[in-house]
């Protein structure tokens, strides 16, 4: 799940969707418990997916803009002189 995706979502969809993760993660730390998992890797997909949704959950509650949106700072370019003075 991606997090544009997660912003299209409603609050009460995002809550839902956490429910429904957390309860299949929990069923499938107690199945990997007892006996090998077809997918292990799935645990960490449904452990990463939470996460995003309770981190667009919390950007909403604290009114922050989306992180992506940002702008991201550029670095300036060394000027020739140091890095001619270095050799």
């Given amino acids: 799940m991606r997090a544009d995706e997660i912003r299209e979502m409603t609050a009460d969809d ?14 499938l730390r107690f199945r990997s418990a007892t006996e ?8 960490r997909v449904i452990r990463k997916d939470i996460a995003r949704l309770k981190t667009v959950l919390q950007e909403r509650r604290s009114g922050k803009a989306s992180v992506a949106a940002a702008p991201t700072p550029t670095k300036t370019p060394r000027s020739a002189k140091k890095a001619g003075a270095r050799r």
């Fill in 36 to 43: 090998p998992l077809e997918d292990p890797l799935r645990l």
């Fill in 14 to 27: 995002i809550a839902a969707r956490i429910r429904e993760l957390e309860e299949e993660r929990f069923r």
